[in-house]
């Protein structure tokens, strides 16, 4: 099993940053791709930032060039560095990675963190 736990949410101005955390645990190693994804009540969760164990990342055409997602694999931790945030940003971020178990594929999400961009 892998354990995901977000921290890093609040509230700031628009224009302004926050970093987020996804601290992972057990399993690790069977993990290859971590996500952040958000969701706004009543709409569908969306996929902000994704990175691969290499390095290798996608983002979001909305975040491209304000979002950075990287990690430090000493730390079991995954980062969102969010730069020039718009009030469209407010939403519950999470955590994902895919495991593939005994063929079988499983997700594991984190709790949440929200975020929230107002003036």
């Known amino acids: 099993q892998v354990q995901l736990m977000e921290s890093g949410g609040g509230l700031v101005q628009p224009g302004g940053s926050l970093k987020l955390s996804c601290k992972l645990s057990?399993?690790?190693?069977?993990?290859?791709?971590v996500g952040w994804y958000r969701q706004d009540p009543g709409k569908q969760r969306e996929l902000v930032a994704a990175?691969?164990?290499?390095?290798?990342?996608n983002y979001a055409d909305s975040v491209k060039g304000r979002f950075t997602i990287s990690r430090d694999d000493a730390k079991n931790t995954v980062y969102l560095q969010m730069n020039s945030l718009r009030p469209e940003d407010t939403a519950m971020y999470y955590c994902?990675?895919?495991?593939?178990?005994?063929?079988?594929?499983?997700?594991?999400w984190g709790q949440g963190t929200q975020v929230t961009v107002s003036s």
């Open positions: 994902h990675t895919p495991v593939v178990v005994a063929g079988t594929p499983i997700d594991y």
């Open positions: 057990g399993s690790i190693d069977s993990t290859y791709i």
């Open positions: 990175i691969i164990r290499g390095g290798s990342t």
